[in-house]
């Protein structure tokens, strides 16, 4: 099993940054694929990115590419989420996810085997 930890959200005025981190511990950290996704109010729970083990392939939804970056560092056990430009429609709770499949670019929930609890970014005008 992997336990996840995000960190990093806030608030953010309209065309601003933030850096996402997602702490993993427990398993193997390089034995997982990851992915980020999120969830505004009253909406379903949708991919962002995904990379694999190694940082090799990464994968993103059309939404957020050119705006955000995902990466990893194994050594630090930790997935980063890079996001600039943000808009308000931005605004939601971002959470990590692990795939035991490591060569996996999974955008569906199912796909994914464990989850944080995730971290509020909230995008304001």
């Known amino acids: 099993q992997v336990q996840l930890a995000e960190s990093g959200g806030g608030s953010v005025q309209v065309g601003g940054s933030l850096r996402l981190s997602c702490a993993a511990s427990g398993s193997t950290f390089s034995a997982y694929a990851m992915g980020w996704f999120r969830q505004a109010p009253g909406k379903e729970r949708d991919f962002i990115a995904a990379?694999?083990?190694?940082?090799?392939?990464?994968y993103y939804a059309d939404s957020v590419k050119g705006r955000f970056t995902i990466s990893r560092d194994n050594a630090k056990r930790t997935v980063y989420l890079q996001m600039n430009n943000l808009k308000p429609e931005d605004t939601a709770v971002y959470y990590c996810?692990?795939?035991?499949?490591?060569?996996?670019?999974?955008?569906?929930?199912?796909?994914?085997?464990?989850w944080g609890q995730g971290t509020q970014v909230t995008v304001s005008s």
């Open positions: 990379i694999t083990w190694n940082g090799a392939g990464t």
């Open positions: 996810a692990a795939d035991y499949r490591p060569v996996r670019l999974g955008s569906t929930r199912r796909e994914y085997d464990y």
